[in-house]
């Protein structure tokens, strides 16, 4: 049903004259342009998601379940975003009203004992991490960066560069308060049973598994307005200590903190000392980050932010300095880690660790990077994760393509292939040419290791449709060539079920069809069943992921 | 330039966010996380230079008509204080988020979609070329009784600016006397236009009237040069962005200072001697366009190029003003050199520090925000343990004795020149 | 109580720097100068002060027309920020880029749907062309005296007496009402808006009237055609006349000047 004046006029009495806007002008800025990535769904050209009816903020659980009454009533769709970065917090259908939770920003508690802090949607994980490192203690940072919602990822699975030390955004989930698709306030986990915000799966209702489903609800299953998260220790000081002019900022830190960008001479040694990491259960943050910007380029690019005074157009003359091009291929099979004791002979034990592993497997710690002011750089960009921006740096977008998760053993058969593959498409000019290894990951996960979550980047310029289209091909190309040589799906589809080249959403007959060709098509089925006793109204969208069929 | 030159920024905002945030890796506190005042006082997305771009791109694109209210007040209710241009450029060399804001002013200005509220200023500016609503045969009373050059009279090297804000704020009158006499008792050639001073136009650009301000540009420039001026120095924060970073767009070629990069200059001359001490713990807040604006305009004339398939750069390399070359540390070394005084520092200061609330024409149009932007540095100067806040800008100066009066606060609000001066 | 109808032009400002004023690629329009709000045509601010002025000392109602098509209402309100009543806005696609001819046709037209109306007052010439022909069409189609020209007006009872400059001075001339007077700048300046009222007239309501509730079903074309539109080429040549004392530089001064004159 389209938003009446009388419809508008609830909603009002809701949030307040001030929170509310059905404005042509602020509707416009609510659409999530399509051209550019990482959506994981494009890019199409010159396409947006469709308008919200309306948007409105609220302030607090009570307001959003009243708000998702209304829209009950009225035959209404919702969609809530906390930071709108990511296009899955767009509608992807008509009358939708937009949720847009910035105005829920409290933390509402940290619990320096039991190493629990409660939030609400709006508080990023930047400011998150800056209050927990008063009380000694840290937060796990998702791969999506500083600026995300830690709250958001709990519904989905929230992979990042500190995974190895602190898990999963959903493994992190201790309970929270969820306003279900019909209304109704659950408060789950330990916390539905009033005996506090410390365990997820209760006494009291155990709803994680429904909440996140396969892989993530994507804001179609309700709204969490708060949740309580596990967090980590934090052996530096309450302040990170900044320095430095613009962009090259660092940070110096105590001894028991080390950064190395640690390079290997084969994909096999940078595979055996992941499972070797793992295995002394060393490491703070560990994670494939510069690589990013592309094996061939990233040893200029870091050069151009480690100098304040550098631009970006210093970047072919700096790719032809000796330095540079040592750096370069000391860094072909490499990636990041952070080091931090506990206490110092935790550090020296970490130390001895890595060296030993480095003997073992041939590798050897990038010297470039060792640099005191790179090192510091480097410290502080993998603390406080706070650079995503970057991985528009090139040209304003770029799309995860080749994904190979799993065990690094796995992906290291492959990426050459991908690599050679990508450096093809490269010479016609339509993304950057970055030497084709662009992979970046998060190397392992909580509890010992087991993973290492390739994401090959190709970046393009979402101005120039020649780039856009010319990019979507090769992401087609890339589709099939992964699908041939059974790599796993291309990371660009990954949303292709829910919103379809019109930043619509996917007809439900050709959604049928592409979870019937997926390895386990009985979970979307599954998932339709959930959907009809949590979601009576159809409130949320087509992201939560279901078969009719 | 025109709206649609910036399409290609428009199209490669990335909606990050980081816009909305100090730059990250600066983040020391939830309280002092925001950068963004336009963002954090209307919520709405549109008022933070993303949603900025997705409207300015909504306009180039014929999806929202120029002819709206909603349109206007988010085109006008920002502070172009800069902290999203500097937030954003953390990480990206090819976009410009504050200049996107400028040009949808000046769009906005053009089709007339101005607000009465300005046009008021703009009206009487036209008329007695201050921006204080007040006549122009008041312009040169705060110099009464000064023994300084009048520079229409007598030729002098350096001229001192005083503008609108010292010229007609009577409350600040001390700090502008102050400047004008320290110069010349330390042997400058220093003289004041006097009642012939008119306004710089930086306020008037920062709010979109080009032409209103290009013709106090062109006028004050052509005064100097007749008179020989070689530097031009002023107490006021936007003045100086006038001089120092518009002017020479327009082929200005002066030297330009501000009070306190002079009075540092003498202080290392020896031509300052300090006197009694002054105890008293103080902070220091960056003007946004002496901090992170005051970076000195590096002409440029390019086009873009791509390398390595898509990377975009230009050609010759554009200039980035990130405020990493910004005027922070003269201040803070008067103040430093000042014996008595205890500087602490705030958590948002230097290139991402927190916007006063009086720029780009808030103060005029939308009193309320500009307040709250107020009164949230003063709460942060507050939390330092300062008694005052010192900073070196009438406009800031003005909007902080206000906030501290409607709050009742016990806050000292101070400029550089006036404890300089009391020192001596 | 008097019923004074002002006419009014939104014009790109005059005063904008020479240096932002472009004209489009194929000589046929001035483009919108960026950062410069268009104004109230100077003369046209001068007819709004006259019926100002009549109605500072009797019983008046002043209703402001504009025409043209997406027209500046923050610009336009200033009107009602002095102390217009009202303010009509005649806007239509059709209306964007009219003649002389045509303007003078459609606003006659709102004036008789305006129906009371003693005064019409408009500017002498407008500050962008220049013709100075609206206001005596408007009179012309209404068929109503038009006096041009006025440098003061003044109403009693059921005369109006205008002084009318001519080249050496004035004239003083009277004629019955309704009557249409042009107003020259020696009217005075429009009085500044006070802040109270400015924000007041913001909050006012503006009628708006388009070619179908102005009853017309088309709108003439333009009699005037316009060949090409250009800046004027200006070169400026500087001489010194060098000389030791001021009677030797008077001396080669007229040397110089009889050469140029011959
Ligand atoms: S303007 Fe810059 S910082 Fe803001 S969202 Fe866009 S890319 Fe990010
Ligand atoms: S200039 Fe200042 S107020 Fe305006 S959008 Fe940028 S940060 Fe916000």
Known sequence: ?549 | MALEDFRRDQERCSECNSCKWIPFDQIKSQRFAIGCPSIAYNNFTGYSARGRFAIGLALNEGRIDLYSDKLQEIVFKCLTCGNCDVAHKVCRYDVEPLDHILEMRKTLTGAGQVLLEHMIYIDHLRKEDNMMLEPKAKRGDWAKGLDVKIATDEPCEVIYHAGCRFSFDEELWPSARSAATILKNAGVDVGIMGKDEACCGSRVHSMGFEGEYRKFAENAIDAWKTQGVKTVVTSCSDCYYAFNRLYPRLGAHFEVLHTVQYLERLIKEGKIKFGKSIPMKVTYHDPCHLGRQGESYVPWDGVAKKIKGQINLFNPPKPRYTGARGVYDAPRNVLKSIPGIELVEMERIREYAWCCGAGGGVRMAYPEFSGWTAAERIEEAKSTGAEAIVTTCGHCERNFLDAVETAGEKMKVLDVVQLVEQTM | MLNIVVCVKQVYDPEAPASLFQISSDGKKAIPPQGTPPVLSPFDENALEAALRIKDIQEAKIIVLSMGYKLAKPILKKTLAVGADELILLEDKQFEELDSYGTAHILACAIQQIKNFDIILCGRQAADTDAGQVGSGIAEILQIPDITLARKVEVSSDKVQVERLMGDGYETVETAMPVLITASNEIGDLRYPSMRKSLAAQKMGVTSWDSTQLGLETVADNRVKLQKLYLPERNSNCQLINGENPEEMAAKLTDVLAGVVK
Not at chain 1, 374 to 388: C, F, S, V
């Open chain 1, 1 to 549: 049903m389209a938003l009446t004046k009388k419809i508008y006029q609830l909603f009002e009495d809701i949030v307040g004259p001030e929170n509310i806007s059905n404005d042509p002008v602020v509707l416009a800025s609510y659409q999530n342009p399509i051209n550019r990535a990482s959506n994981h769904m494009g890019p199409f050209y010159d396409v947006f998601t469709p308008q919200a009816v309306a948007v409105l903020l609220p302030a607090c659980t009570e307001e959003v379940s009243n708000i998702i009454k209304v829209c009950n009533k009225y035959g209404l769709k919702l969609k809530a975003f906390s930071t709108g970065w990511s296009g899955m917090g767009y509608p992807c259908e008509d009358d939708t009203i937009q949720l847009d939770l910035r105005r829920m920003n409290k933390i509402i508690q940290i619990d320096d004992k039991n190493c629990f802090a409660v939030i609400e949607p709006y508080v990023i994980a930047a400011v998150l991490q800056a209050e927990l490192m008063k009380y000694g203690l840290n937060t796990h940072n998702i791969g999506a960066g500083a600026q995300a919602s830690p709250l958001a990822s709990c519904a989905y699975l929230g992979p990042g560069p500190d995974s190895v030390f602190m898990g999963f955004s959903n493994e992190n989930l201790l309970g929270g308060e969820w306003v279900l698709p019909n209304g109704e306030i659950v408060r789950f986990g330990t916390l539905g049973s009033g005996s506090g915000w410390h365990y997820g799966e209760g006494p009291g209702p155990s709803v994680r598994a429904v909440l996140k489903g396969l892989l993530g609800s994507m804001g179609a299953m309700g709204v969490i307005t708060k949740v309580a998260l596990k967090v980590y220790p934090w052996p530096g000081p309450a302040v990170l200590p900044v320095k430095g002019t613009i962009p090259a900022y660092y940070t110096e830190l105590p001894d028991n903190f080390k950064y190395y960008t640690l390079g290997f001479p084969t994909w096999q040694a940078f595979a055996d000392a992941q499972h070797k990491i793992w295995d002394a259960q060393i490491g703070y943050i560990l994670h494939r980050q510069f690589n990013k910007m592309g094996c061939d380029l990233k040893a200029g690019v870091i050069r151009i932010l480690t100098e304040s005074d550098r631009h970006l157009n210093d970047l072919e003359e700096l790719l032809e300095d000796p330095e540079v091009k040592r750096h370069t291929e000391e860094a072909r099979h490499d990636f990041e880690i952070v080091l931090a004791g506990m206490t110092p002979r935790d550090i020296e034990w970490q130390e001895k660790a890595l060296e030993e592993i480095l003997a073992e497997t041939g590798g050897w710690k990038v010297k470039a990077m060792q640099d005191p002011m790179r090192n510091a750089w480097g410290m502080l960009y993998l603390i406080r994760w706070g650079h995503k921006n970057l991985n528009y740096l090139y040209s304003g977008s770029y799309e995860g393509t080749a994904g190979m998760s799993g065990s690094p053993d796995f992906g290291i058969q492959h990426i050459d292939k991908v690599k050679a593959f990508k450096q093809e498409w490269d010479k016609k000019g339509m993304m950057v040419a970055d030497g084709g290894d662009s992979s970046m990951g998060s190397v392992g996960v909580i509890g010992g290791g087991g993973g290492f979550g390739w994401e090959v980047h190709a970046c393009f310029d979402s101005h120039s449709k020649e780039s856009v289209e010319g990019t979507l091909e090769f992401f087609d190309a890339m589709a099939k060539f992964m699908k041939e040589n059974r790599l796993g799906p291309e990371k660009s589809k990954h949303m292709e079920p829910m919103r379809q080249s019109d930043g619509r959403a996917t007809p439900q007959e050709a959604r049928n069809k592409m979870f019937g060709a997926t390895p386990f098509p009985i979970v979307y089925k599954y998932q339709k069943k959930v959907k009809d006793a949590f979601d009576p109204y159809d409130l949320g969208d087509v992201f939560y992921k279901y078969s009719t069929d």
